[in-house]
């Protein structure tokens, strides 16, 4: 049976009201985290935020999320033709206090549109004028995350029904890669961080015209992306090839903008570290004329290596998929993910600002080819690393609240439901990388201004982690709980949930000293 948005409306009036049952005068709202007009019916997922109020204990928390997962689990029990739009399991929990202070360092929230409860005042009266600033390195981190050849192997279909199958590769590229890279750039030209994904393409056609790419993208979404002509692999690929061609003229016109960025400065450097041998050599020669460098680099805390290449000139979409293809065996040898392929003007003018901690770290790797990144990529100023690890902070307690109530709804979802290997892959890689090793690195750089190259550096950053040995043993724990490779079953789970709880004490307190 075909869905509509009354299916996604219903689905989110089901978790508001088991949700308001749970917590009573503690509820306040539910957000969607984009705006309804811009699902599709049976191809979109749909990520929901969940507002409590302010002075929640930590207790009352853990009593009214799982409430969520409760009605998560009867909604696929009950609806199991939902199961795309409950792909996702409940998101975020935040206060209205908190769900401020995320607004003020993410435009995420510009978007979301209220679904059940009351409105709270703290988030829509207006925002401090210094909110702009965050927004706009916000737009560029999202528009440079995106600023790349489309991979459709990195958005594989999930609990779609087959029907609609054979629509999903032009959705994906359309509305999982193009429109949240368009809705960013459009954000950063006209100075409005608020746009939603249908409407950056209308803001794009107001300064571009009817360009042919936005205008086959206008069609696929009123055919409900079942438009024939689109839905041919060479055509389709014609398309994504289209987009970032795209891209890369919108780049340019915001590199020539009169956009006002933070200034440049010398924060505080890592020390050098030292690092595998890799052959740049062993490149083809045709590869190497057309890389200005190739650095072999440090990733966050020391969890593994990351190689940048670094190109001359901006290249085709194509041209960017070969040398990728050629550089994996430089990388293998070397125990190393590729990053983008940037040319130097792109990484120049983005990466101080969108990727300071990346700058950062690459100071501290070696360069196998080419120039050295001190020779011509300009270091972030501490405003902007400081902007940077703020936006990760601002998240965290509502981050840290919901994991062990994901890790319970992980090992509940019916054997049918497909997204349960998603989840198992997903949930230990969130909790190690995007919670523990953010939150290290940020805490870091919020109190001594360094980016710290390995957990025990890290450690001695931190004040509180410094002074305190349980604390830094809870983090080693955590961190090896969850590192790669680590089983996922209902007794590791068990193992981990206390000490996560512990966890959010310590969180809270952070976020308090930044933003309370």
């Known amino acids: 049976m075909a869905l509509t948005l009354d299916d996604y409306l219903e689905a989110a009036m089901w978790l508001g009201r088991r949700c308001e049952e749970r917590a009573g005068e503690d509820f306040v709202c539910t957000y969607s985290k984009h705006q309804v007009s811009d699902l599709t019916p049976g191809l979109s997922d749909w990520d929901t935020r969940l507002i409590l109020r302010n002075g929640v204990t930590a207790e009352r928390w853990r009593e009214v999320y799982p409430a969520s997962v409760e009605a998560y689990l009867e909604m696929l029990r009950v609806r199991p033709q939902w199961a795309r739009l409950l792909e996702h399991p409940p998101g975020y929990v935040f206060t209205p206090s908190e769900t401020r202070v995320f607004l003020q360092h993410n435009q995420e929230a510009l978007c979301w549109e209220m679904l059940w409860g ?121 398309l994504r090839n289209g987009m970032f061609d795209l891209a890369c003229l919108l780049f340019q016109e915001l590199r020539n903008s009169k956009a006002v960025w933070p200034k440049q400065g010398d924060p505080r450097k890592a020390e050098a570290v030292a690092l595998p041998d890799a052959d740049a050599g062993s490149l083809p020669a045709g590869i190497l004329g057309e890389l200005h460098s190739v650095v072999l680099s440090p990733a966050m805390l020391g969890e593994g290596l990351t190689l940048y290449a670094v190109l001359r000139n901006s290249l085709s979409c194509n041209r960017r998929r070969e040398i990728s293809r050629n550089l994996e065996p430089l990388a293998e040898a070397a125990g190393a993910g590729v990053a983008p392929l940037l040319s130097a003007e792109e990484m120049a003018f983005a990466f101080p600002f969108a990727r300071p901690v990346e700058r950062a770290l690459m100071a501290s790797g070696i360069t196998l080819w080419g120039a050295p990144a001190e020779e011509w990529l300009p270091w972030p100023s501490e405003e902007v690393l400081r902007e940077t690890a703020l936006r990760t902070m601002a998240l965290s307690p509502a981050s840290v609240r919901v994991r062990p109530p994901l890790l319970d709804y992980m090992t509940r979802t019916p054997d049918w439901f497909e997204a349960r290997w998603l989840l198992e892959t997903q949930v230990y890689a969130h909790m190690h990388s995007e919670s523990l090793l953010a939150w290290l690195n940020a805490r870091s750089i919020l109190d001594s201004g360094v980016v710290p190259l ?63």
Do not use: C
Request: charged letters at 25%; a negative charge; hydrophobic letters at 40%.
């Open 454 to 516: 390995s957990v025990e550096e890290a450690f001695q950053s931190v004040g509180t982690l410094r002074k305190s040995e349980p604390d830094r043993r809870l983090f080693r724990n955590l961190l090896l709980k969850t590192a790669p490779g680590q089983p996922v079953d209902r007794q590791s789970l068990q193992a981990i949930a206390p000490l996560w709880n512990r966890l959010e004490d310590m969180v809270e307190a952070w976020w308090a000293g930044d933003f309370g």
């Open 118 to 238: 009351a409105e709270p005042a703290e988030r829509i009266r207006p925002l401090p004028e210094e909110a702009r600033r965050a927004h706009r390195l916000s737009l560029l981190s999202t528009f440079l995350g995106y600023y790349r050849p489309d991979d459709p192997s990195t958005d594989p279909p999930i609990n779609l029904d087959p029907a609609y199958l054979p629509r999903y590769p032009l959705y994906s590229s359309a509305a999982h890669y193009f429109m949240p890279m368009l809705r960013a750039v459009m954000g950063l030209l006209n100075g409005d961080a608020g746009y939603a994904k249908k409407q950056g393409i209308a803001v794009a056609m107001e300064r571009l015209g009817d360009h042919p790419v936005l205008t086959a993208i206008q069609d696929a979404i009123a055919q409900g992306y079942d438009a024939p002509d689109l839905l041919d692999e060479n055509r389709l690929e014609s």
